[in-house]
């Protein structure tokens, strides 16, 4: 038995009596104060449920009236839109015919086979001749390319694929035909520096370099073609071999076009959400062969016109059908109430306008476009999803020096041969980094980079696979990129191999500007790529109204900084940054002519169905983001929006939009900007604003909820502003959707 502790005193058991009462009293008032706070935050939530549940009602009672005012607006622009397009697309066909120019009708299949059949026949080798008519087929294959991206056809679509193809082949052989006359006259055109012959010609659209090799000296090693700065350097087999160098650099690009056409399956772009410009042109009817030019345009005439009278009544049909109905309550419990494009899907013929009022609940959102590349299993074959050609083509080909002519008693033979130019065939050693002799049998390119381009990054070259049909970046040695290279105007030959690296140094600086060079097996067609996403995802973004029908559409990209000022349906691009493209900068433009201007520059905001395959993006509803893009140009000629850092953190079914009533070029106080919350079933003002540390959904105590992003905004605006926004004209409320839906800042800002 252990010992017992002392016995507690009569004061120390009232001690402990008293402090075991205190802490009841306190633990009771604690629990008091807790039961109180308890039931005040009840009734706080109670007091806001019940706030919720008035403004909940009272919006559904007013969803009716919004959303009719809603569509009626849209439906108002839609089809203001569609008559404008059809009317432009209709004088621009009848100028096309007035004018009665010698261009074929691109869809008309037999004036296109009658150019062809003629062009081929045709023997001029003048090059002047073949390069003006070259002008005209690349201008045919970029009318076929554009009907080829319209049509629906089957049956048409490989109609314009071969006539497509068949241009393509038909440029390429005639310049090639220039090539070998002026090569078979290389000796009456012997360059006296060099004993060697060489030509320059250019044109808008390519620069044809020729050299022949009539000295075959073994100590000849490099040449830089005068003004176009496009170099080679031979090793001393070929300095010594029968030989001539064509370098044919073109502005387009057909081999990649090939590579799609036969590696890549087509796909379509999701339908709720526009990724491209849609000009809305009626589709092109192909003749048919065994008709002719009257009877066909008889035939035509008659089906415009009834086609044309039926388009119009079904239009007043339709928007008579957007004033009068209206939408019950039952439909909009569906989350998938949200809109489709309201640019209209052309798939069945008939256009459908389809927008928020209008909704199908049992609709889900299409999974995303699947496409087969085949080649990807290799490693070093270019994904031209994910690389762009910039610049054109660089076609560096080696052939067997033709015979030349020579005088005997003052006449001039020449031996006659309809074989044509025969391909040189070089392949040299593998290389090996431990093997000097090896690598000196690498043939030595150098190019200046276009000027009609911009590289953001550093240029990646890839060269053609003639056999597989697609490019590719093995086989690509001792690349060098040389920036801001002073020209000289005089390109140098190097004659002697023991020159020093100094001199070599001199001679590649002599054609001036941004140069790369490298060395290759073999002498193949080449391109330099860029990345195709490389100024995703955007970190800023910003829509400012100018004034009426006006506005700034300002976008801070990963590398380059944009604007593109909006005037009526003229888009206008600018940039801080000096990126030279004279022709693209600074010029008013349509819409639709900007995105391919930029793209073809090497410029790109624009998004398609392969991009979320490799930028960061938040993680958004399409449906949801194309309501908000739709309902935001209706109100952009008075307000400005921009992007937020909570729009990250709202969720997949939420977008938070930053913006407030304000026009000009100033920036607008701190103060007037607010936040607002795009949902799928409501619109509202958020209580939390940009500087807030977390994220709150929580409703602006001062504000109700809409069923309209347009009536959410209203609540904020003045009644002059309201009235400006119902004044802005449908040309530019069509182009800010535009631009928004295929720059997309909602999901990739």
């Known amino acids: 038995m252990g010992k017992k502790g002392p016995k507690l005193t009569k004061a120390q058991k009232a001690k402990l009596k008293l402090e075991e009462e205190e802490r009841r009293l306190r633990e009771e008032e604690e629990a008091r104060i807790q039961a109180e706070r308890e039931e005040q935050e009840r009734l706080e939530r109670q007091r806001r449920q019940e706030i919720l549940d008035k403004l909940e009602e009272k919006d559904s009672k007013r969803r009716g009236g919004e959303l009719g005012e809603l569509r009626s607006l849209l439906a108002k622009n839609y089809f203001a839109v569609k008559k404008h397009k059809n009317d432009v697309a209709q004088m621009t066909k009848w100028d096309k015919y007035m004018k009665c120019s010698d261009i074929p009708d691109s869809s008309v299949q037999q004036e296109v086979n009658t150019f062809i059949s003629l062009w081929h026949d045709n023997q001029e080798c003048s090059a002047k001749t073949v390069f003006k008519q070259c002008k005209v087929a690349l201008q045919l294959i970029e009318e076929t390319e554009t009907l080829l991206r319209e049509v629906t056809n089957e049956k048409h679509i490989a109609k314009y694929l071969e006539a497509l193809l068949v241009l393509q082949d038909i440029v390429y052989t005639k310049i090639l035909n220039i090539s070998m006359e002026i090569l078979k006259e290389a000796g009456n055109n012997i360059d006296t520096e060099t004993g060697n012959m060489q030509a320059v010609i250019k044109d808008d659209n390519s620069t044809l370099c020729l050299w022949a090799n009539l000295m075959r000296n073994p100590r000849f090693k490099r040449l830089t073609f005068k003004g176009v700065g496009l170099g080679f350097e031979l090793t001393k087999q070929l300095a010594a071999s029968n030989i001539a160098l064509r370098v044919l650099h073109t502005s387009y690009d057909h081999l990649s076009l090939v590579c799609r056409l036969t590696h890549m399956k087509p796909t379509t772009a999701p339908r709720s959400l526009l990724t491209v410009f849609e000009d809305v042109p009626p589709e092109a009817t192909v003749k048919q062969d065994d008709e002719t030019p009257e009877e066909t345009q008889d035939v035509e005439e008659a089906q415009q016109d009834e086609e044309t009278a039926k388009e119009h009544e079904q239009d007043k049909i339709v928007e008579e059908e957007f004033i009068s109905e209206r939408l019950s309550e039952e439909t909009m419990n569906s989350e998938s109430q949200i809109t489709r494009s309201s640019i209209p899907n052309s798939e069945d013929g008939d256009s459908q306008y389809i927008s928020q009022a209008e909704v199908i609940a049992d609709e889900k959102t299409p999974p995303p476009p699947h496409d087969v590349t085949e080649y990807r299993e290799h490693v070093n074959v270019v994904d031209l999803r994910m690389y762009t050609p910039l610049g054109g083509v660089f076609y560096y080909e080696l052939f067997h020096l033709p015979s030349q002519s020579f005088h005997i008693k003052g006449w001039e033979i020449q031996k006659i041969s309809d074989t044509g130019l025969k391909v040189f065939k070089y392949v040299a050693e593998k290389p090996n980094p431990e093997d000097e002799e090896a690598a000196s049998t690498l043939v030595s390119l150098s190019v200046k980079l276009p000027e009609s381009v911009v590289f953001l990054e550093t240029p990646q070259v890839a060269r053609w696979d003639p056999e597989a049909k697609y490019w590719r970046m093995d086989g690509i040695i001792d690349f060098s990129y040389r920036e801001h290279v002073e020209e000289e105007g005089v390109p140098k030959v190097e004659k002697d191999e023991d020159d020093d690296e100094e001199e070599e140094e001199e001679e590649e600086e002599s054609s001036g500007g941004t140069k790369v060079s490298f060395k290759m097996e073999h002498f193949y067609p080449f391109v330099l790529m860029q990345r195709t996403y490389a100024n995703f995802p955007f970190r800023r973004w910003e829509l400012r109204p100018l004034g009426k029908d006006s506005a700034l559409y300002s976008i801070q990209g ?192």
């Open 558 to 749: 990963a590398l380059i900084d944009l604007s593109i000022t909006i005037q009526g349906n003229q888009c206008m691009l600018k940039s801080d940054q000096e990126l030279g493209l004279t022709d693209l900068f600074d010029k008013w433009m349509s819409a639709p002519d900007l995105q391919q201007a930029m793209l073809k520059a090497g410029i790109n905001i624009f998004v398609n169905e392969h991009t979320e395959k490799f930028v960061t993006f938040s993680r958004k509803d399409p449906k949801i983001e194309h309501v908000a893009y739709e309902q935001m140009a209706l109100f952009a000629s008075v307000c400005t929006f921009s992007w937020s850092k909570w729009n990250a953190e709202c969720g997949p079914e939420h977008f938070v939009v930053k913006l407030c009533e304000h026009q000009g070029l100033e920036q607008p106080p701190e103060d007037l900007w607010n936040l607002y919350l795009v949902g799928p079933q409501r619109f509202q003002k958020l209580e939390m604003k940009e500087t807030s540390e977390v994220f709150c959904a929580d409703h602006h105590p001062d504000s109700e909820f809409h069923s309209t992003f347009i009536h959410m905004i209203q609540d904020n605006m003045s009644p002059e502003g309201i009235t400006r926004t119902r004044e802005a004209h449908f040309l530019f409320v069509d182009t800010v959707q535009s631009l928004f839906c295929i720059t997309r800042p909602l999901k990739f800002c």
